[in-house]
């Protein structure tokens, strides 16, 4: 009972020890407040805290304002067309550019930024094209295959090229009897080294004649167009940035990179699960990576400085697009066979996805409209401005 009281005692603050002040902080700071000393101190203690908090405050936005000033925003504006065209606005992380300010500054930058060793950064940034080409004519050994390519190109005359092909000769893949096919013993998309390789291909043999003009050795044409049919699915958004960048510094002004593949964005959830990240839909060959958009996969390129011509592609909203002369460039460009024009299944009697994968659960929700077509592709042309005549030459 004696505790029992005594420990009540000092929850109500009645005995004299002091613990119920301990026991009770507001009566302490109510007694503290009327003494006009304690009073001073606590108000300064307020002030500290007030003084200490607001510093903290500007520290955290300071931080902010310092990594949002690390951000570009780019506004993607496509030429004047009477086409309709998507728009792009993607955020990326800003990094110093080259200090040139040519139109390879950005191409330049990523094949620095993705150089074999990240040690050469900073030297590749001050001087990329001599950097580039003391690394190219020091260190970088051509495989048989890739110097059979550029013997090729040198020979024939050939400016186009297929890339990701079963095929190593020239063939029919863009311009009929005048394309070489790659894979990746004479062109792995990913070395840098193996691009400058084949752009040495394009070099203008001594008395030769371009445009009614008498060319050098040292005169290097570039590639006037690069075709990938159904191939980038199969990388990831930084590999495609490296293969990107390379392709830029290696087309002429105004070549033509020509893309194609499955569209993340058509409707159809059977069609969505046959090209779906982690399958292979051939059977064979390397997995599908991405699922990709015209929304994720053309900023890529738009960034790097290329401009971009969508041909055919499905909206977000499960809207079809195709460009009235997406076709007019078969010839030269490449035809692209998984088309909505070209691709067989489009002409026979419309086949059920879900029937397709053995899926009856996907039969009911294989396609929302009776017009969309079995199979398309999301492709667009990336085009190196006219008005960029820089190639790396050496």
């Not at 095929?167 to 990746?184: F, R, S, W």
């Not at 070099?203 to 004649?209: A, F, I």
Request: aromatic share 10%.
């Amino acid at each position: 009972t004696f505790v029992l009281s005594h420990e009540f005692d000092i929850f109500e603050g009645n005995n004299n020890s002091g613990w119920g002040e301990m026991m009770h902080p507001m009566r302490t700071f109510r007694h503290n407040i009327c003494n006009p000393v304690k009073r001073c101190t606590i108000l300064k203690g307020f002030v500290f805290l007030i003084m200490l908090s607001v510093v903290a405050v500007l520290v955290v936005v300071f931080k902010s304002n310092s990594y949002l000033s690390k951000t570009l925003t780019y506004e993607s504006s496509l030429r004047a067309s009477s086409r309709s065209l998507p728009s792009f606005n993607v955020i990326q992380e800003e990094v110093p550019l080259s200090s040139s300010s040519s139109c390879m500054a950005k191409s330049y930058h990523s094949m620095c930024f993705f150089y074999d060793n990240n040690t050469y950064f900073s030297s590749c940034q001050a001087d990329p094209k001599r950097f580039l080409e003391n690394q190219f004519k020091k260190n970088y050994q051509p495989s048989k295959a890739e110097i059979n390519a550029r013997n090729i190109l040198q020979q024939t005359g050939v400016r186009s090229i297929s890339v990701g092909s079963d095929k190593q000769n020239i063939c029919n893949d863009v311009k009929v009897g005048a394309t070489l096919c790659t894979e990746q013993e004479n062109l792995d998309l990913f070395e840098i080294n193996s691009w400058l390789s084949i752009l040495q291909g394009t070099k203008q043999k001594k008395g030769s004649t371009n445009n009614s003009a008498t060319q050098d050795d040292s005169h290097v044409e570039g590639l006037e167009s690069i075709f990938a049919e159904h191939v980038l699915e199969h990388f990831s958004p930084t590999q495609i940035t490296i293969l990107a960048s390379a392709s830029y510094a290696v087309l002429k002004p105004g070549g033509v990179f020509r893309i194609a593949v499955p569209d993340g964005y058509k409707p159809s959830p059977s069609y969505q699960q046959y090209i779906r990240s982690g399958g292979t839909p051939s059977g064979s060959g390397q997995n599908h990576m991405v699922a990709y958009t015209i929304d994720n996969l053309a900023p890529i390129f738009q960034n790097l400085g290329y401009e971009i011509t969508a041909q055919e592609y499905f909206k977000q909203d499960g809207t079809f697009v195709s460009q009235p002369d997406a076709y007019a460039m078969d010839d030269v460009l490449g035809k692209v066979r998984r088309s909505n024009k070209h691709d067989r299944r489009n002409k026979l009697p419309y086949r059920n996805w879900g029937l397709v994968l053995g899926r009856p659960d996907l039969v009911a929700t294989d396609r929302t409209s009776q017009d969309e077509p079995m199979y398309t592709s999301l492709w667009f042309d990336a085009v190196k401005p006219k008005a960029c005549m820089e190639i790396i030459t050496f």
